[in-house]
């Protein structure tokens, strides 16, 4: 199994860019599909992006394109989330996810991280 430990969340302000990082440690991280998954208070978690063992292929959720970028670093065994022109309905705890497949659904992903808060202000 593979251990997932996020950083880089904060308190921004709207327009403001973040990015998250994802270190794995455990079980090779470059078998693994990568995701980022966002969970806002009252809500259900959302899927935000995706990305493929090789790093070739990326997915990302409609409210994100454009402004969010995914990439890894399989050599750091690091997966990352660029967050751009960031906005008060961004603020959610994002949790970063590894699995066999590059899905949008949670069930795809094995393991997850403990989550890092984004707080974004307008």
């Known amino acids: 199994q593979v251990q997932l430990v996020e950083s880089g969340g904060g308190l921004v302000q709207a327009g403001d860019s973040l990015r998250l990082s994802c270190v794995a440690s455990?079980?090779?991280?470059?078998?693994?599909?990568m995701g980022w998954f966002r969970q806002a208070p009252g809500k259900e978690r959302e899927f935000v992006a995706a990305?493929?063992?090789?790093?070739?292929?990326?997915y990302l959720a409609d409210s994100v394109k454009g402004r969010f970028t995914i990439s890894r670093d399989n050599a750091k065994n690091t997966v990352y989330l660029q967050m751009n022109s960031l906005k008060p309905e961004d603020t959610a705890v994002y949790y970063c996810?590894?699995?066999?497949?590059?899905?949008?659904?949670?069930?795809?992903?094995?393991?997850w991280g403990q989550g890092t808060q984004v707080t974004v202000s307008s």
């Open positions: 990305i493929t063992w090789s790093g070739i292929n990326t």
């Open positions: 455990g079980r090779t991280f470059s078998a693994y599909a």
């Open positions: 996810a590894a699995g066999s497949g590059s899905g949008s659904r949670s069930a795809s992903y094995a393991a």
